[in-house]
């Protein structure tokens, strides 16, 4: 035998080998994905009554359930359409194996399949899809091999779990969910029919697409069990005649975009695979007053744009720069049930909400006062209301002054604190911080927590610092709570797949007595009733809020609450170009909050609607008030406020200074 022949019979031998080696090298490591089997999971997030707000995953949507957790109709379909014979074999099934080989064979091609569950399991997770005899003779192998490693019951929620149901469904939890919006349990014989249909052609077969040819494939699965004997003739009739509903939805069903981004901003840190953990996040969102908030947001800009074209003074830049912000909150859990971050998130995904650092303007006032109320002074107290000059030195190191004056140029001379705030007097703020000491006022503002970019001069009170409407709602939790300032908080809870739950506590910082805080909320609610702020009072509804209008219109605010709701409001255009000059804090954003508190009081009409009310003389009489199931209740002395020093004051028809 010569040397050739020799090379030639020793590759005849050492190729198969060689291959077969290769094939037992990588034997267990492709076995043990689906032995040891931990595919990704769509992570759910929720809102504050259960409800679904997203799915967040990143290539493949998947819900998993346990074996113990599938119906036994749902396994009994599968097995008489696919695999009668699945619970006698070991992974293949030689009689099927045998037909298919001639077949294949008469073809000259892979044309037979004879695939069992435990094969088709196989090619789906760990093989290519490709018609050739390398790929069947793995799939084979590997099929033996899963049988000696996972019981039946393991196989099958294996494949339940893995399999792809169309529509971008992996899993039979996920497609129930999807095209039926059931769990599994609820299922219908002929739902369940119609997902076991899709193995064989998930695309072709997809009710979303191709209704009728998915329905006749369901029937005759369901035939198959009549023949089988797993059902009789009755449930056989019952079931071919129905025609369940099926939904097409996306698949994310992201119905709150501006709040899974910010879930995924504050707990991606925490949880890396957030997309594909398979969560259940739990936040402190209200659905239902979401949908109020977005409907808010929009309306008030669509009056902002209608005014505009009115007056002749729409332009381009308005029609795409102008956005607002809407965020609700109850400041006493400092639970957010609202946040809009714009009026539409497919224009812009920039949550105006959380990131857009604008000055406050008036909205800032309050806390100036608040200082100033425990100075000592009282909402009586007279502040000059008169026109002065300030002298600064300038970056240049020279002198330079600066005139502030209201909104329209006119003074009232001497004026309450009361009507200061409630009117939105500039130099009356100004005159009162400056005979205090600016120094004093910086301190008190530190005590609230307000420690952050203060200007070092006066125009900080005329609200120059920059805040999100997030920031300014936290800060005014201090006058909605009653003197406790809470951090505002999206996300109660996270479970793993696992069961484990980590819990998301709040913070709180008592910064003022409630005593001292009355008194604030007694002059904010004068801003609602009569001041800047009318464009938001609600009928029926006692509300405290204060506007906020900065140079040139560039903002417009209000922010306001009821006794258990807190609610702040901007507007402005994203480049910071001015709005109209009527586009103030009252007409633009005030109107807004009226809106949406209106919605809220509707969908829970036994909202708290009124302030509990102080002692009205030192004799310990009590005054009703009403709590939040709208039972008539009365305040004890020991949980009553004094009564703040209440002077009269005078509606006025004048334009409101801001």
Request: hydrophobic share 35%; aromatic share 10%.
């Amino acid at each position: 035998m010569n040397k050739k022949l020799w090379i030639t019979l020793g590759l005849i031998i050492a190729l198969p080998l060689g291959y077969l080696g290769y094939v037992i090298y990588n034997f267990e490591y492709e076995t043990q994905r689906l032995i040891d089997y931990k595919p990704h999971l769509t992570t759910e997030v929720y809102d504050r009554n259960g409800d679904k707000i997203a799915n967040l995953f990143n290539n493949e949507h998947r819900y998993y359930v346990s074996f113990e957790n599938i119906p036994p109709r749902l396994v009994e379909a599968l097995v008489a359409i696919e695999d009668t014979d699945f619970f006698e074999h070991h992974g293949v099934n030689p009689d099927a194996i045998f037909r298919a080989i001639i077949k294949d064979v008469s073809a000259g091609k892979l044309k037979e399949g004879a695939s069992t569950i435990t094969q088709q399991l196989v090619k789906n997770a760990l093989l290519t899809r490709d018609k050739k005899f390398s790929r069947k003779f793995k799939e084979l192998l590997y099929a033996i091999r899963i049988e000696q490693q996972l019981s039946k019951e393991q196989i099958l929620e294996r494949y339940f779990n893995e399999i792809y149901l169309g529509h971008g469904y992996y899993g039979i939890k996920t497609a129930a969910d999807g095209y039926f919006h059931k769990p599994l349990k609820e299922l219908t014989l002929k739902e369940m029919a119609m997902l076991v249909a899709l193995p064989k052609g998930p695309n072709f077969y997809a009710p979303t697409k191709n209704y009728e040819l998915n329905i006749g494939r369901a029937n005759r699965i369901i035939a198959r069990m009549l023949q089988l004997g797993w059902i009789d003739q009755a449930t056989y009739d019952k079931a071919t005649q129905e025609r369940p509903y099926v939904f097409n939805d996306t698949l994310t069903r992201n119905s709150g975009p501006y709040i899974i981004d910010e879930v995924m901003r504050q707990l991606g840190d925490a949880f890396p695979d957030i997309r594909s953990g398979g969560y259940k996040i739990y936040t402190t969102i209200d659905m239902k007053l979401q949908e109020a908030g977005y409907k808010a947001l929009l309306a008030g800009r669509n009056d902002i744009l209608s005014r505009a074209e009115e007056s002749g003074a729409l332009d381009e830049n308005m029609k795409t720069q102008l956005n607002g912000g809407l965020m609700s909150m109850d400041p006493y859990s400092g639970e957010i049930l609202a946040m809009v971050g714009g009026y539409d998130y497919a224009v812009s995904p920039y949550n105006r909400v959380t990131q857009a650092k604008r000055q406050p303007g008036s909205a800032f006032k309050p806390f100036i006062y608040q200082v100033a109320l425990d100075n000592g002074m009282s909402p009586a107290t007279l502040v000059p209301d008169v026109a002065r000059i300030y002298t600064y030195k300038g970056d240049d190191g020279e002198e330079k002054a600066w005139k502030p004056r209201n909104y329209k140029n006119e003074y009232k001379g001497m004026v309450t604190i009361r009507d200061a705030l409630t009117y939105s007097r500039n130099l009356a703020t100004i005159n009162m911080v400056s005979d205090m000491g600016f120094r004093k006022v910086v301190n008190g503002l530190h005590q609230f927590g307000i420690v952050e970019d203060l200007p070092e001069n006066l125009s900080l009170v005329l609200g120059t610092i920059s805040l999100t409407p997030h920031d300014l709602a936290k800060y005014y939790t201090m006058f909605a709570g009653a003197g406790v300032q809470t951090n505002p908080i999206l996300i109660r809870r996270v479970i793993t797949p696992k069961g484990e739950t980590f819990q998301y506590e709040n913070t709180h910082r008592q910064v003022d007595s409630r005593e001292q805080i009355y008194k604030m909320t007694s002059i904010l609610q004068d801003v609602v009733a009569f001041g800047t702020g009318t464009e938001a009072r609600v009928y029926g509804v006692e509300i405290a809020g204060k506007t906020g209008t900065t140079n040139k219109n560039i903002d417009a605010w209000f922010i306001g609450y009821s006794p258990t709701i807190e609610t702040v409001v901007w507007y402005g255009n994203d480049n910071n170009t001015p709005m109209r000059k009527n586009e103030t804090g009252g007409r633009a954003a005030g109107s807004v909050f009226r809106y949406f508190m209106e919605d809220v009081f509707r969908i829970y009409p036994k909202t708290k609607r009124y302030f509990d009310r102080p002692l009205s003389s030192p004799t310990g009489n009590r005054l009703n008030s009403v709590d939040s199931e709208g039972n008539e209740t009365q305040t004890s002395p020991e949980e009553a406020t004094p009564n703040p020093a209440i002077e009269s004051v005078v509606p006025t028809t004048e334009a409101p200074t801001l």
